[in-house]
């Protein structure tokens, strides 16, 4: 097989790394509590779109990863444009749900842009930290690096994403707070679930005969073009 390819399993990890950005916008909206740390409901989801990420940049590489990252970026930003179009149509009279609807679906212009633009850093950081630190490991530590580049990545994520949506509206000691605690719970998220990553991983690579390492590549983030 060769590595330009297109196989199966490489369609479902990107079709459910799109799913997960798109459905972690909408759970957004709900804000939970747990003891003293104030979370979204995305943080249940979230953190599965670097467990995909880590995914694709091992089997596949950096140029495919950064194809789907950006593959991301694109259809979750025609939904949220989507959905202000339909925030802006104007309700029928008798419909009651409108103020609801609005809520959820009218995501606020700067959130947006926070997210949009913590997610686009964070994830290329996550890819581009497996695919070096593969080859410096020569394809060792699988678990290391998945656990070191979702750290670096989500911390990348949160520290945009956090200064942009909340300065001003939060407390700086609470923002900080919030931001901290999300980034360990999705670090911890992923340690949680590496024996089923590694497992995942592992078949992959069996079945699809494929395991790229990112030799002599470009890994500027807008080189989309080159996939490999």
């Known amino acids: ?3 330009n390819s297109i196989s199966p399993a490489f369609m479902l990890l990107g079709i459910l790394f799109c799913t997960c950005l798109i459905v972690s916008n909408l759970m957004a909206a709900k804000i939970f509590v747990v003891g003293d740390i104030t979370l979204s409901a995305a943080v249940l989801l979230f953190p599965v779109s670097y467990i995909l990420n880590d995914c694709i940049a091992e089997v596949w590489g950096y140029r495919k990863a950064r194809l789907i990252i950006w593959t991301g970026f694109a259809v979750n930003f025609l939904v949220m444009a989507v959905f202000q179009l339909a925030v802006m149509l104007p309700s029928a009279p008798f419909w009651e749900g409108a103020p609801h609807f609005d809520y959820i679906f009218g995501l606020a212009p700067r959130l947006a842009a926070a997210s949009f633009l913590a997610f686009l850093a964070g994830s290329l950081v996550n890819a581009y930290v497996m695919s070096r630190m593969k080859l410096a490991s020569q394809g060792r530590h699988f678990s290391l690096r998945a656990v070191v580049s979702t750290l670096l990545g989500e911390g990348v994520d949160s520290m945009i994403f956090f ?9 700086f000691n609470e923002m900080l707070a919030v931001l901290f605690g999300e980034v360990a719970l999705k670090v911890a998220y992923e340690m949680a679930v590496l024996p ?28 989309i073009s080159d996939i490999g």
């Not at 592992?202 to 080189?223: C, H, Q, T």
């Open 163 to 171: 200064p942009c949506a909340y300065f001003g509206l939060l407390p």
């Open 196 to 223: 089923l990553t590694r497992r995942v991983v592992a078949y992959i690579k069996r079945v699809d005969g494929v395991d790229v390492f990112d030799e002599n590549i470009s890994y500027n983030p807008l080189k």
């Open 1 to 3: 097989m060769k590595n």
